[in-house]
């Protein structure tokens, strides 16, 4: 390479380097991110109660309510942020995928024995299912309504989405209903999916999650009801 073609990379470089120092890319505040959110969604943000520096929108699509909760936590220098999106539901299903080999360590409290539909009082069970689910044991309250929903192959597909590796190499979905909601987490970590670093760059790509949360709602109403 010649020492002009040399001096020209470094002359681009050095172009490169000065812009960026006389125009730093501003990043975006949580209140500002939060103010695009509450536009987007066409909600009215609120502190969460008992929840610290953590935020709420309520809000409304084609015809569903949601909640979006941006939470705080805080960690020994700094703090760290993650999202949840909430699709309200009424049928009381609890469903949730656990790492077989960490099935122990799930806090016995998020389920209450008396709650759960099973003989023996069990909170897990290994249902039939998909072979990308291999991996993890689902604990619900009522296996029958459970199963049925993920032999829907939309559902199914819907959860499948949304399997993850952590740092440590232990799987784990990022989705779950609960008694009162399809619950989709934006983690802090930026190799989850979804994380809250890709909703706050793009707040419109929530609504490419609020379907799919809306789908699981209504096709276990159906399913409940049939």
Do not use: H
């Amino acid at each position: 390479m010649s020492s002009f073609y040399v001096t020209l990379i470094f002359v681009v470089i050095g172009g490169v380097l000065l812009y960026f120092w006389k125009f730093p890319i501003k990043r975006k505040t949580r209140e500002k991110y939060l103010q695009e959110m509450e536009k987007q969604l066409e909600g009215k943000c609120e502190l969460m109660e008992g929840s610290g520096n953590s935020f709420k929108i309520d809000f409304t699509y084609d015809g569903n309510s949601y909640v979006y909760e941006d939470i705080e936590e805080k960690g020994l220098n700094e703090s760290f942020y993650k999202a949840y999106v909430k699709a309200m539901k009424e049928d009381g299903l609890v469903l949730e995928f656990v790492e077989k080999q960490k099935r122990r360590t799930v806090k016995t409290d998020i389920f209450i024995a008396s709650d759960v539909i099973d003989q023996e009082g069990e909170v897990s069970k290994d249902l039939e299912l998909p072979k990308e689910f291999a991996s993890f044991t689902v604990y619900s309250n009522d296996y029958l309504l459970a199963g049925q929903l993920l032999q829907d192959q939309k559902a199914s597909n819907i959860f499948r989405e949304f399997i993850n590796k952590d740092p440590m190499g232990y799987y784990y979905v990022s989705l779950k209903m609960d008694k009162e909601a399809a619950v989709l987490e934006f983690a802090s970590s930026a190799a989850s999916n979804p994380n809250i670093y890709y909703l706050k760059s793009e707040p419109s790509s929530i609504e490419q999650y609020l379907g799919k949360l809306a789908y699981l709602v209504s096709k276990s109403k159906e399913l409940q009801e049939s």
